[in-house]
């Protein structure tokens, strides 16, 4: 079974070959820090020419500690000072390492993610959230260990090889030959299973991922699913998708064992070889005791850091995949993005709209025509209502106006500027909305409301709760504004949310006010609380209300009726009621139903 998700726009589903590249991109991200990483190297060096020393100590040891000189004691001693500066250098280096880690990926994340904030709805239309949240915490833990650790054991397997060969041939020149010689047989595998494990990795990534975006969107809906009694099916999905990502990482830690068991065989392979040839030239008495075991050991080294760097590579490999995924997100560009040289909007604002034969398809669906030569205004101060059947329109009439989307053809002007030559954030700020699916967040009352302006003050925030009628329920709660109401605010009812909503819009003070169905959804009781506030928001602004309660359009000073993506009536209540048109067909079935329900009420 797969669940993966569509590729978004701007990525590419075909990724044949991960390639180191997309790593180096966040080095920058490294050179931040300049201090942490010049205390890690220094660190980094000590404890690695520390290491190297040991060796020396030996030979020195064995050569003529136990000489009638009697050496051996300060032979020792000077061993513990070795292991002292080694012990102090390698906990400096561990911790200048790992938190330079921690603090790249920090950056990373917050970079990824105000990109993130920058792309267009087009981009969310196809990508799925949960697999950029995986992309947010899983791949960048995997840069995380390789820029950190993983980076930090590779130059020091460097630093320990090169000085570890350098004294080798410094020790027996001829030894040194030998081992010079195997070095090809531990490099090419290196190289060969090092891309296979990039490859690997990249896929246990991706799967990683479609099982989190599934798990993430069912735990939000856990109230759809429980309703309707999938517990068992959306189980049964999540495992077999855990399963492919358990697969797929299971391949990826096979290959990396391969290529581990392969460089560390030939590696001590090597040394038993060269020992061997070393105890021949002992018995001839071309060296010492002392000097063999210093070559050894050098040997050692330079075996165990070319083995040790076999693991790290496939690490950075690991990592490099993960890199390209945020790579991609990092290349993805707005399809709505500011003008290199967007105009100015005018001063003081006045609140006017323009549509002007706009046309518009979603690129998610770009045959299906959403709307199809839309033409009206509405003036500074006027309330107009726009009605019309599912599928005619409306609400994108709103994304345009936002500027979510461009529209294919025609013109949407703001206060007489088209909105694609402004920069959308100068644009939606002078916007406030209240949709109908209100978005409330895991935080207190009050930050839910000052998301609306975050630089209001408390009595701001209690003013607009007033005028919304929503402190009469915050002040009941345990904690005031200060409380908590849960993520998507599943501790509040609908008509609480609308007015938190309506809070949040009348604390932002816009000129232009979008309500989306926003009392669609409420009891009788609600409604009329959400209506009143309502009123006091809409006073002195440009309001376009998408309704069709007759009730939230007869407050409107003008109706606009659309079908089919056009404008098709205008006009008050009365006068299309008169007509005889679309809005009087969809205001008698309203005014019938009511009846009805009334009837079977009563």
Known sequence: MSIAAPAAEGTSQTTPRPKLRPLLTFIPVMTRYPAMLAGAAVALVIASLATLAVPLAIRRMIDFGFSADGMITQYFAMMVV????LALASAARFYLVTSLGERVVADIRARVFGHLATLSPAFFDTARTGELVSRLSADTTQIKSAMGVSVSIALRNLIMFAGAVAM???TSPQLSLYVVGAIPILVLPLVAFGRNVRRRSRLAQDRLADATAYADENIQAVRTMQAFTAERLVTERYAAAAEEAYASARNANKARAILTAVIIFFAFASVVAVLWAGAQQV???TISGGRLSQFV??????ASSLSQLSEVWSEISQAAGAAERLVEILATKPAVAAPERPLALPEPPRGEVAFVAARFAYPARPDVKVLDGVTFEVKAGEK???VGPSGAGK???FALLLRFYDPQGGVVRFDGVPVNEVDPAALRARIATVPQDVAIFAASVADNIRYGRPDATDEEVVAAARMAHADEFVARMPEGYSSLIGERGVTLSGGQRQRLAIARAILR?????????????????SETLVQEALGRLMEGRTTLVIAHRIATILNCDRIVVMDGGQVVEQGTHAELVAAGGLYARLADLQFNGSKLATAAAS
Do not use: K, Q, R
């Open 384 to 386: 107009v209502a726009i």
């Open 297 to 302: 050991l050098y040997a050692v080294f330079a």
């Open 168 to 170: 080798m041939v410094f």
């Open 283 to 285: 018995l001839a008495g």
């Open 509 to 525: 003070d816009a000129p232009l006010l979008l309500l989306d169905e926003a009392t669609s959804a409420l009891d009788a009781e």
């Open 395 to 397: 609400s994108t009439l």
């Open 82 to 85: 070795i292991a002292a500066v």
